[in-house]
């Protein structure tokens, strides 16, 4: 679980910017935000049913910046033909630090049925965690992308020690 995707030399001039919510929270930005999705595969789409919320976790990829995931006929299709605007969340939460982030995205959800678009969706290599048959390919366009990461006190322990382990000699035979 990666939730300081920047150690180990690999950020970026965008990265290393930390800029904060009123809160104290530290607010990703897109590309960062895009990069964690990269890395994750279970997300969680969230519809109104009813003018209530509800959330269903799927298997994702990203297809250029939007998310795809694959579904049967139900709720998450229906959405899609009705070109509704939905939220697409991923977390990644360390329980012993009490740490992690959070990206949201929100836009409008379609149903994929252009040959070149089912085309590289297939080529994702998509597999459904879910039983049955889920052939419907779901698009929910990253028209808004937030990101927030948190860190507890216990955070700048976490980055000693794993700084201690890096320059560890190793152990003698």
Do not use: Y
Request: aromatic letters at 6%; hydrophobic letters at 40%.
């Amino acid at each position: 679980m990666d939730l300081w995707p920047c150690r180990n030399g690999t950020a970026t001039e965008e990265d290393v910017r930390m800029e904060t919510d009123r809160t104290g929270l530290i607010v990703l930005p897109r590309g960062q935000c895009l990069r964690l999705l990269r890395r994750s595969r279970i997300g969680r789409v969230v519809v109104s049913i009813g003018a209530l919320p509800a959330a269903f976790p799927v298997n994702f990829a990203l297809l250029d910046d939007d998310v795809v995931f694959r579904t049967a006929p139900g709720t998450k299709l229906s959405v899609a033909l009705d070109e509704a605007v939905v939220g697409f969340e991923v977390d990644r939460i360390d329980p012993v630090f009490e740490s992690g982030w959070s990206v949201l995205i929100q836009g409008t959800s379609s149903v994929l049925t252009e040959p070149e678009d089912l085309e590289r969706a297939q080529r994702l290599h998509l597999r459904p965690s879910a039983p049955g048959d889920r052939r419907h390919f779901v698009r929910v366009r990253s028209e808004l992308v937030s990101g927030r990461r948190f860190l507890s006190p216990l955070h700048g322990m976490a980055e000693a020690s794993a700084r201690d382990l890096e320059t560890a000699e190793p152990l003698p035979a």
